[in-house]
DNA sequence: ATAGGGTTAG
């Protein structure tokens, strides 16, 4: 089958890759030069680390020796380098040398873990605050939510058990972090029983706790049930947002109910509100998957003129409805377009090329387009991986999509449960 | 200092 892009028009676009091209493991030479733009944290813990300068010299805040680093101020710039293991290292200095945590930056710190994937240092940090500071609401539902996000309810459940014992009582926000939770894994069931603890609890739910709801019901139940729970939140005197309005659209468009949906959009600024961008790009999706072009033209165009100009993924959205549609050129054409108007692609953007490259049967160019976004300061993620070791399993390259596997943890991007599902592949030669 | 939104693979 011949390909659909004109071969002429990528040494125009890629002239750094074409240029590379005949150099054999391209995609490795650009993985090196690039790789030394990834910011890496620094985890050394070493002793010269805790350098005093001059500003850092004692103020009034803690009383402590003048030749003695200043820890607090440490941690608190560690933090803000979002070099949260260090900070844990200072954290522990402070503490050792009898000062007080600082509530606020633990509660960062304790994000920031989370985020590291390090849930037990994240607990470290509460257990030190509890021992050696006051801990408070926000700390324990900066644990509960970071336990929420991977997933791991019966330690999330202990904590919030832990700062009842402690006096302390879940406001809506912890609420809420556990009602998001189960919605976020389709257990709307116990999110509504969760919701009725709330209301039990004389706790008041607000436009977020609603948010949620309706957002999860319009999935599971439909868009009828969403609209029962807006008429609820509006009795109760809450104002809906566009987060609420815009969960109510993706409603409507997941429905297949556009006409609704563009009749709910119009109806907006008598509710005090105006769609905004996001609104817009669930409308322009659900046009192009109905492959309503030229309605989806008309969109763009009242973007523009009502202000609300497109962003990078209203672009993508459209590039990945090209590529669908096999117009590989115009795809190529309007990532060019985004960036003269100074928006930087991200990796959904480049997926769906990448994507198209592999339907061609050219993982080689899907590689070496992996290798330009790589130049243009966007790291592949584990997905953009995946469409391409799928395609090269697909088309019996094993050996080579195997090698490209083992490369992923130096790319600083480690396999997901994509693994399992590449053996599974495997087997299937 | 905490909670909710749009677009990628299989």
Known sequence: MATTFSSELLPQLFPYVTQAKLTSNCHNIFVVRCRGHIPNESKSRSPQKVMVSTEARSTQLQPHDSTEPNFLKLLSRSCKAAKYNEALYFLECMVNRGLKPDVILCTKLIKGL??????????????????????????YNAV???????????????????????????????????????????????????????????????????????????????????????????????????????????????????????????????KGCKPDVISYNVLLRALLNQGKWKDGEKLVAEMFSRDCEPNVVTYSILISCLCRDGKLDESLNLLRVMK??????????????????????????????????????????????????????????????????????????????????????????
């Not at 037990?120 to 050696?132: D, N, P, S, T």
Request: neutral net charge; proline residues 4%.
């Open 114 to 139: 989370f985020s590291l994937k390090n849930a037990e240092k994240a607990v470290r940090v509460m257990h030190i605050l509890e021992q050696y500071g006051e801990p408070d609401v926000f700390v």
């Open 144 to 270: 509960i939510s970071g336990f929420c996000k991977v997933n791991k309810t019966n330690s999330a459940n202990e904590v919030l058990s832990r700062m009842r014992v402690r006096g302390f009582s879940a406001d809506v926000v912890t609420y809420n972090i556990m009602i998001g939770s189960l919605c976020n894994r389709g257990k709307l069931g116990l999110a509504l029983k969760v919701f009725d603890q709330l209301l039990q609890d004389n706790c008041k739910p607000t436009v977020v706790t609603y948010t949620i709801l309706i957002e999860a019901t319009a999935l599971e139940g439909g868009i009828h049930e969403a609209m029962k729970l807006l008429d609820e939140m509006l009795r109760k005197g809450l104002q809906p947002d566009m987060y609420t309005y815009n969960a109510i659209i993706r409603g409507m468009c997941r429905g297949g109910l556009i006409d609704q949906a563009f009749h709910f959009v119009r109806s907006l600024p008598a």
């Open 340 to 429: 003269d108007k100074g928006l930087n692609p991200d990796t959904y953007t480049y997926d769906p090329l990448i994507s198209a490259f592999c339907r061609e049967g050219r993982t080689d160019l899907a590689l070496e387009f992996m290798d330009y976004m790589i130049c243009n300061g966007c790291l592949p993620d584990i997905v953009n991986y995946n469409t391409i070791l799928s395609a090269m399993c697909k088309n019996g390259n094993a050996n080579q999509a195997l090698e490209l596997f083992g490369d992923l943890p130096q790319m600083g991007c480690p396999p997901d449960g994509g693994k399992l599902w590449l053996w599974r592949q495997q087997t299937l030669f």
